[in-house]
């Protein structure tokens, strides 16, 4: 591959025609001038076809493999099903891409284990796409939390349930790493461990089933080190139909975040404490605007980022530890991809 120049555009090939790809990586693209999304790769060549023509890409390449030997792309977006994260994630590593993998980052932590291996092996640039972490609304969160008006905080508790009642669809697919714990519950996780900026003890975990194998809700307990607790809520199809939000107890206040994962199309921050109540609206790009900053950033700067590999294996970390308490089975190989 030639290496990539800082006057140029980062080149970002996508791996699947994937749904999500127009609003978390070709819309982006359109607003950062640093980066441009180059081609698309699908299992099917039509198909890449077809989606090369919709959105104006400059290429459509025949296979996954025939983009990761492209020498046009820099860097690949890996949108694929939970349970091929690590797998082409690897691959394009090795083939020398640069990766901005999808949420959850792995099937579990082991495969992210390897992944973080392979990345630095290659000497390539990983992190995963959590893009809530990027937009102002999240520096805010932890500004109020440190500046100690909440007092000492007791509590954390993080919800992202939405109804997904397609139970054809492959987020319930256990052999593609699916479950509500993986799809919505990674925020939950994600949002818990920034807010109390430690990583918590699963202290209990109940899981509404879909299959056997598979949960489409998911409620678990939480201890850190230093005595608080917490509780994360996530669900793909249950009672709590809609719920995305974030709140922090203190014994002199409280924090409520109402859709901390989309806040640039709304949001509503709520401070209660003894001195009185308020509410702040944070301004930013969309949070996928601002991962996209971050990405090319890391990858022309080596720029610190608070969602690479040792995030994301933490992060998977809690999730294979939910999944063990609430006793279901961890997601993919015990041995990894």
């Given at each position: 591959?030639?290496?990539?120049?800082?006057?140029?555009?980062l080149?970002?090939?996508?791996?699947?025609?994937?749904?999500?790809?127009?609003?978390?990586?070709?819309?982006?693209?359109?607003?950062?001038?640093?980066?441009?999304?180059?081609?698309?790769?699908?299992?099917?060549?039509?198909r890449?076809?077809?989606?090369q023509v919709?959105?104006?890409?400059?290429?459509?390449?025949?296979?996954?493999?025939?983009m990761l030997?492209?020498?046009?792309?820099?860097?690949?977006?890996?949108?694929l099903?939970?349970?091929?994260?690590?797998?082409?994630?690897?691959?394009?590593?090795?083939?020398?891409?640069h990766?901005?993998?999808?949420?959850?980052?792995?099937?579990?932590?082991?495969?992210?284990?390897?992944?973080?291996?392979?990345?630095?092996?290659?000497?390539?640039?990983?992190?995963?796409?959590?893009?809530?972490?990027?937009?102002?609304l999240?520096?805010?969160?932890?500004?109020?939390?440190?500046?100690?008006e909440?007092g000492a905080?007791?509590?954390?508790?993080?919800s992202?349930?939405f109804?997904l009642?397609f139970?054809?669809?492959i987020?319930?697919?256990?052999?593609?790493?699916?479950?509500?714990?993986?799809?919505?519950?990674?925020?939950a996780?994600?949002?818990?461990?920034?807010?109390?900026?430690?990583?918590?003890?699963?202290?209990?975990?109940?899981?509404?089933?879909?299959?056997?194998?598979?949960d489409r809700?998911?409620?678990?307990?939480?201890?850190?080190?230093?005595?608080?607790?917490?509780k994360?809520?996530?669900?793909?199809?249950?009672?709590?139909?809609?719920?995305?939000?974030?709140i922090?107890?203190?014994?002199?206040g409280?924090?409520?975040?109402?859709?901390?994962?989309l806040?640039?199309?709304?949001?509503r921050l709520?401070?209660?404490?003894?001195s009185g109540?308020?509410?702040?609206?944070?301004?930013?790009?969309?949070?996928?605007?601002?991962?996209?900053?971050?990405?090319?950033?890391?990858?022309?700067?080596?720029?610190?980022?608070p969602?690479?590999?040792?995030?994301?294996?933490?992060?998977m970390?809690?999730?294979?530890?939910i999944?063990?308490?609430?006793?279901l089975?961890?997601?993919?190989?015990?041995?990894g991809?």
């Amino acid at each position: 591959m030639d290496e990539e120049t800082n006057d140029s555009p980062l080149r970002i090939g996508i791996l699947g025609a994937a749904r999500i790809a127009p609003m978390s990586i070709i819309r982006p693209a359109a607003e950062v001038a640093e980066a441009e999304v180059f081609g698309v790769a699908a299992r099917v060549a039509a198909r890449a076809g077809d989606f090369q023509v919709k959105h104006g890409l400059p290429r459509a390449y025949p296979s996954y493999d025939a983009m990761l030997a492209s020498d046009e792309i820099d860097a690949i977006y890996n949108p694929l099903p939970n349970g091929l994260h690590c797998e082409w994630t690897i691959r394009a590593l090795e083939a020398g891409k640069h990766v901005l993998c999808e949420k959850p980052f792995a099937a579990n932590a082991v495969e992210a284990e390897q992944m973080a291996a392979a990345a630095k092996t290659a000497d390539r640039r990983l992190m995963e796409a959590f893009h809530w972490r990027y937009h102002p609304l999240a520096a805010r969160m932890r500004e109020i939390i440190e500046s100690g008006e909440l007092g000492a905080i007791r509590h954390i508790e993080t919800s992202v349930c939405f109804p997904l009642p397609f139970f054809d669809d492959i987020r319930y697919d256990f052999d593609l790493a699916g479950g509500a714990t993986m799809d919505a519950g990674c925020y939950a996780v994600h949002m818990l461990r920034f807010l109390a900026a430690a990583e918590p003890e699963i202290t209990a975990a109940q899981a509404t089933l879909r299959t056997p194998d598979v949960d489409r809700a998911m409620q678990a307990e939480v201890r850190f080190p230093d005595g608080r607790t917490g509780k994360i809520h996530c669900s793909l199809f249950s009672a709590r139909l809609v719920s995305v939000s974030a709140i922090v107890r203190g014994d002199q206040g409280e924090l409520r975040v109402l859709n901390p994962v989309l806040p640039h199309y709304f949001h509503r921050l709520t401070v209660k404490t003894t001195s009185g109540k308020r509410r702040e609206r944070v301004y930013g790009e969309a949070t996928y605007t601002h991962q996209l900053r971050a990405f090319v950033d890391l990858v022309r700067n080596a720029a610190e980022v608070p969602t690479g590999p040792a995030d994301a294996i933490a992060n998977m970390r809690v999730i294979d530890a939910i999944y063990e308490r609430a006793g279901l089975k961890r997601r993919g190989a015990l041995a990894g991809c």
